[in-house]
């Protein structure tokens, strides 16, 4: 007797009893195996995709991320998105290193609890957040820190309320840059390194960060000329691991025109184009 598999269309023509018995048998059997298959697909698939943890910005707070959630969601059903709340709207204003020990003391029961490692995506000030926290925190486990926005190299100018938020930022920076030759800076380097891939986001229709090009660790040199990356002492001198990053093909690029400041966590075009094929 033939399987009644092998005649898919005409299996009920003139089907003895026996034959029907075996055809519902190995027909139950053949969904049980595929819903199982399906089963354990769909879990190891959910357990591929890495926690997502989100830093807000200057004046931010978690609420201003429920579209962001949402793509990631949509992408990757099931991921684990956690945005740390902590020092949101006002508090954004309290002084760096102190954000930084307190997102981190947020973030380190995530990683811990996360054995593939965690991604990041940090907006706006929350991207020198998380850089510092990457290069401070020993034995971190982010796999792909995605900087969206983010003043990297400083900021020049801007709204004049913030501009002694900025000056603080680059002290700030100064530091994690070993511009104060911080005897800490080769560990802080190591630390960094951890990390497998660093996506920088950034367009020039941003209008606050400024130069837009800070976004990429570019920035103004003494006539006001933008100078790209690869030139700036931080990579050439390698002093957080910018250049070592890059070596290893761990630096990408992303460029979206069109999208203002406020609008890049709601942004589907970012999304699609800079963050989504990065999460996973
Ligand atoms: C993710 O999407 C599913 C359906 O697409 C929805 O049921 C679920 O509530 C969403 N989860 C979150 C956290 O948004
Ligand atoms: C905090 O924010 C509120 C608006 O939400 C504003 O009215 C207030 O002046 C701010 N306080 C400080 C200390 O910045
Ligand atoms: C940090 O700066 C000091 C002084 O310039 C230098 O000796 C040291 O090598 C630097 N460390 C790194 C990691 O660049």
Known sequence: MHSPFSQCGKAFQGITMSEYSYFTREFI???LFMVGLSITW???WTLAYKPVIIVHGLLDDPDNYATLAAFINQTYPGTKVIIVDAFN???SLQPMWKQVKGFREKM???MRSAQDGVNLICCSQGGLICRAILSTTEAHNVQTFISL??????QFGGDPKHQARYRQNNDFLAVLNN??????AD????????IQKLILIGGPDDEVISPWQSSFFSFYDTRGRVVDITQQEVYVQDSFGLQSLDRRNGLVVCTVPGVKHREWVHSKRAFDECIAKFLF
Request: hydrophobic residues 40%; negative net charge; without cysteine.
């Open 29 to 31: 059997w053949s969904a």
């Open 42 to 44: 769909g879990v190891s």
């Open 89 to 91: 709207n006002n508090n």
């Open 108 to 110: 380190l029961p995530i």
């Open 149 to 154: 926005a983010a003043p990297q190299m400083g």
């Open 179 to 184: 511009e104060t030759n911080n005897p800490l």
């Open 187 to 194: 560990e802080w380097k190591h630390n960094f390194l951890q």
